[in-house]
């Protein structure tokens, strides 16, 4: 910034803008933050820091440079046809954002392979009664989606004595070989045309049905749009599936009549499984932005034939 | 065995016998396994292998040259007074064991730290809020008691980014020092004359009231004779305690009629965080005694002195 005021516009939907402002303010205080209102701005804007931007908005923006999308997931921003394809698109996963989701699905595993839905159960019922629990290297994970954040918790699971296998579109495994073997389902896919709608009933009942948890789990910290929600309760209930922790769901908010939130064998977290510190992650931006400004390359940026 | 049968004693108070005889038929179908009804028999018996053993049982046994402990805790057999001074026990406390206390302490940290209770309300009432959640390294998991367990905790804590500190009697660091920094303090002591009731409202009262969870958790998957119950739940209704998860408590089976039960801030599980498994503990169990058949040490022995 070397002295002089930038223009930014910051639009991020369902986050806490008065946060991502005050962190803006503290560490970057000479950016100059507007908002979607402020239409007669629009051609000063040359970086828009965004999450889920409404669609149209950043087509509006004629000098846009560069586009910065606060968390993982760009599916919205690629959906948006007004977004000129040429503009260089950021995608901030830091290393907080990184061990944030490493974090719930250690979490989440743990959970199910501890049997404390069964546990909690019967601390209601006042019931005192140990259950036969294997080791963790009697259990199978099976991740989804390789990426950074597949990576991380892989490494972290098999910290743990869990065995763990990863599939990735761009594997040499077939699926249904790598589904065979998997006792706990970890999806941390990106939604893209190709994962849409993955996680169907067809492909649930392909998990291994003879591990020590008696019936596989899902656990999807990924992206709503790969799961079928009618699949994965209709999986529930006959007992294909053990049990659920979803942080992501076709339609977020989750609606108030989902049959998801009362759901007995399901855990809902409301997409908070790599939650954006907005000092942590304004931190990493200006870190990246930084790094640009001398010449450096800025990672990850999008890669729009992959669709992430 | 060399071809011989040998004759033990398998007691294994609220454990699932079946399960031990199973796994000792299957992998040493020479022991030749009696139980305390046998009373006849019992000149018979050159070692015990027992948990929760009544007291003045071992004490009937005229022969007995060795006492295997199938678990982490021998303060029952070191209460009895019947039991000879100088006979080794031996406590099985195999690598199994202390990853299963290790993912017990991790779920039960995470569940705290990722807001799991608040989380967990909220789908209740269906209601779809993100709440702010710092990163792992802005906590300190303060840890009582670093031996085995408290260390393979300790290291897997560090590896999701926590700050862990440990505190041990041993060590040259005042307890209220340590006490101060800590936000979820993780008890992993053994039941000695020092540590019984060592956690009262006085010690709770000395964590650090300003971390990021607004209020300090407690996490005791050492014995439950370490802590005084009702200062616990004294702490936790005034709001000195965040939360707790609790495997151990001063009577277990815990009463039907106790508060823990369905206090809206603990979890209660009944006493499997490490979990014994049958079929590992008889193979590391074996395999100690197959070394000291071969004149090599069995390790871990109980120190009288120590208490542990």
Known sequence: MRGSTMTILLHVT?????????????????????????????????????WKPPAGLLG????????????????????????????????????????????????QVLFHHRQMPAFMDQQKQRVWRE????????????IL??????????????????????????????????????????CLLPFTPETKGLISYELLRQLNRGGPLGAPVLING???????GADVLRALNDGTLGGASLDVFETEPLPEGSPFWSHPKVIVTPHVAAYSDPEAMT??????????????????????????
């Open 131 to 142: 259950l036969p629990q294997k080791a963790a290297s009697a259990l199978t994970v099976g």
């Open 222 to 228: 990924g992206r709503g749009g790969s799961q079928i």
């Open 14 to 50: 369902g986050m806490d803008r008065a946060a991502w402002l005050a962190a803006i303010k503290a560490q970057a205080p000479r950016l100059e933050v507007i908002s979607a209102a402020d239409t007669d701005r629009f051609a000063e804007i040359r970086r828009a820091w965004v």
């Open 145 to 186: 989606g390789m990426g950074v954040l597949g990576q991380s918790a892989a490494r972290a699971l098999a910290g743990l004595g869990f065995k763990v296998i990863g599939w990735s579109r761009t594997g040499a495994q077939p699926l249904n070989e790598f589904l065979g073997q998997t006792d706990i389902l970890v």
């Open 60 to 107: 509006q923006l004629p000098n846009l440079e560069l586009i910065i999308n606060l968390a993982a997931g760009v599916d919205a921003i690629l959906a948006d046809a007004t977004v000129p394809k040429h503009l260089p698109i950021l995608r901030a996963v830091d290393p907080n954002i990184t061990m944030r989701m490493t974090e719930w699905v250690v979490l």
């Open 283 to 308: 931190a990493h931006v200006l870190e990246q932005l930084a790094r640009h400004e001398v010449g450096g390359t800025m990672a990850p940026l999008v890669d729009r034939a992959r669709g992430y």
